[in-house]
């Protein structure tokens, strides 16, 4: 199966259209309109997908297929694709995808942006809605063998299911078995170390070259949107996102619910806890860059005492301050809406002692893994040049975060679509042009230094904050219940790329629909882009460099 992006021919600057002209642009096909709270929202005819998909992104910009949400209604079924623009992501707009409730078919979005791929085929998989066209329209986290789909309204629970074990075959064995080449069938995964958790790479080799990879997911599904949707938004939902990315990046999770609670809510956050929102999620960050250069280093040199342990332990002593400021120290269930759970720790002159010895150590540390990994001969000859990913190509991915960055694109929400504190504060967004494997670890340690910079300048605001000003948390009501048909989208930039969270109310104290717009979803399908052509070392070096988590991805 060919794996390439379709050829598109996008426009360099396109400018800022209003909601009625947006209207104009896409004429007939829109049948009426469903604005959210951060995007105008267009309903169009389940035949037409494509050609909207395609004006919004060629004539007005919207070069960014976040996430394809999709519910099922008592009267129909409904796919909604947000878009926005790489250059500037507040610039939001959504579609509203009707089906008939008795035959849910909508047209696939898939050949104008290859996002939807997985979108689309977790949509049918879970809900229903069946995608005409689609190049691949089967399961992806349920077994093919699944009976019914679990959020569809008729779904029988205690129906009994059976997963067969099919025998493996070549699915390109008759395309390549001929005198000149031959092909081999091989599994990687799901239970390896270099797969990074319970992911099953189907891999086709001809000769020693890899022709074609499948990442084959849904080990650890764990129905993380279904226990949202049965949780209240003041204080039953706040828990589950640490268990997403549950390695560290806890506080960065929370964020993402957060906002989208918040802005859902209209709630203001006092600008002391944004502070210290923003000082937890960069300590996140660099645990979970830390890890990262442990695991990728372990990849590829095989070293475990040096690189991995040394990394692990300026991961550890983040962890320490984490756990100083939560009480937890992975599972840090630290945010509130409105805020955070409590002030820093006492005596706060010995936090803010501990946090500075971490950070003046810092850059010798960074120095000391330049020297054990970016300038190891063996390491650049394993990632310099291989897992190359375009910017073009992973921009239709809908790839973010250091897999973006490092493929030269300048795509950042915490600077494009300020939250918490970072607009005030001095740091830059970190970028490299290599668009291969040694690129994307780079872009990470890079960032680690980005991140000391913005702490240490939180760590001077709140030594000086007045005490008659530390206002932790806002006024929030004990109950919250957002008006009936509410929608909303929000994203922060976690460690591994944009983490979105899309919310519907339904007037009670639930969420009726909550979807989880993971990085490491859509950062995980462009592996086929990055291994084709290679060798199988380097599908591993290519799978360390996006940096997944297998909670996170199958969620």
Known sequence: MSLEAPDTTETDEVPERTPDELEALLGDLVIDRDDHLNAPGFVIRPDAVQETLSRLKQ??????????????????????????????????????????????????????????????????????????????????????????????????????????????????????????????????????????????LKTILDGEQVIDVEPDIGYLHRCEEQMAQSGTYRHQIMPYPDRWDYISAGLLNEWAYARAAEDLADIEVPEYAQVIRTMGAEMCRIAAHMLALATFALDINGDFTATFMYAINDRERVQDLLEDLTGQRLMFNYFRLGGVVWDLPEPRGEFFSKTRDFLDQLPGSVEEYHNLVTENEVFQMRTIDTGVLPPEVAKNYGATGPVLRGSGVDYDLRRDDPYGYYDELDWDVVTEDGCDNYSRLLVRMREVEESAKIIEQCIDLLEDWPEEERNIQANVPRTLRPDDDTEIYRAVEAAKGELGIYMRADGTDKPARFKIRSPCFSNLQTLPEMANGEYIPDVIAALGSLDVVLGEVDR
């Open 59 to 200: 004539q007005a910009g919207y070069d960014h297929l976040s996430l394809v949400t999709a519910q099922e209604y008592e009267n129909r079924y409904e796919s909604i694709y947000h878009l926005k623009k790489f250059d500037d992501p507040t610039q939001e707009v959504s579609v509203v995808v009707p089906a008939d409730k008795d035959r849910p078919v909508s047209e696939s979005g898939e050949a104008v942006f290859r996002t939807a791929d997985w979108h689309e085929r977790e949509a049918f998989d879970l809900i229903g809605i069946e995608y005409d066209d689609h190049p691949d329209l089967r399961r992806i986290l349920l077994p093919e063998t699944w009976q019914g789909h679990p959020l569809s309204m008729d779904y029988d629970k205690d129906r009994p299911q059976i997963a067969t074990l099919p025998e493996h075959a070549n699915p390109l064995e008759d395309h390549h078995r001929d005198a000149e080449s031959d092909t081999m069938f091989l599994n990687i995964g799901p239970h390896h170390p270099a797969t990074h958790g319970v992911l099953h």
